[in-house]
């Protein structure tokens, strides 16, 4: 268990519509970012943030926004779906913001759009 | 597109033989790590490497850096059945964008009983 939890576990929806995912990063850790996982794309960093503020922006589509709460808990929130948004995110945490340094992954939420 | 490409794509080994996984990357690194995830699951994390070491080992891991060559390698030694996953390099660039976590397209091991 790496203790950072992600909710839900799976989320079936149809295109157009919009979800949020959820995720608690690990105790003490001040960063959090968010990756998306498909058969095509493979594991692509879409952001981070720190300390409550976007410290740095990856593959996201303009569609999908995030944010980081005074608790440090994190949102994705995923708008006018499509087919191809299909896939697994994760979160993951880390204890500082600056290189990457380990960094601890949650179980993911499987995202299925139809 | 991807930094770092595992190689090779998949690798089927009996029990208790040493499982060698390659990772090549393009561009100057501050650290290369490896996560291993089991089917469908989260990654966790193996090792990381800084870019001014050359060897690491952890437990029955070893990895190597040849920085010079842009490549890495994992060894995973007397391996086990519980040991079947998907392998990932993902390297830390050292400028701008390329600092955050790059992942390869990873190696799936699987470890025949």
């Known amino acids: 268990d790496s203790g950072v939890t992600q909710t839900p576990k799976h989320l079936i929806t149809a295109t157009g519509q919009r979800v949020t995912l959820r995720c608690s990063p690990r105790?003490?850790?001040?960063?959090v970012y968010w990756y998306q996982q498909s058969l095509d794309q493979g594991l692509q960093f879409l952001i981070q943030y720190y300390n409550g503020e976007e410290r740095a922006k990856g593959n996201i589509l303009e569609r999908f926004s995030a944010q980081q709460f005074p608790d440090l808990h994190s949102e994705l929130n995923l708008s006018s779906l499509e087919l191809g948004d299909s896939a697994l995110y994760f979160c993951?945490?880390?204890?500082?913001?600056?290189?990457?340094?380990?960094?601890?992954f949650g179980p993911g939420t499987r995202l299925t759009v139809l | 597109s991807q930094q770092g490409e595992e190689d090779p794509q998949a690798l089927s080994i009996q029990e208790g033989e040493n499982a060698t996984m390659n990772c090549s990357y393009k561009t100057s690194i501050n650290n290369l790590q490896w996560y291993r995830q089991n089917s469908g699951r989260g990654l966790v994390h193996l090792i990381l490497i800084r870019s001014n070491e050359r060897e690491k080992h952890s437990g029955r891991l070893r990895v190597t850096l040849d920085t010079s060559k842009k490549s890495s390698s994992l060894l995973i030694t007397a391996s086990r059945a519980a040991d079947t996953a998907s392998y990932f390099c993902a390297t830390a660039g050292i400028s701008g964008s390329a600092r955050q976590l790059t992942f390869g397209s990873g190696t799936q091991l699987t470890v025949l009983p």
């Open positions: 105790s003490g850790d001040l960063s």
């Open positions: 993951a945490s880390s204890a500082t913001g600056g290189f990457p340094d380990t960094q601890y």
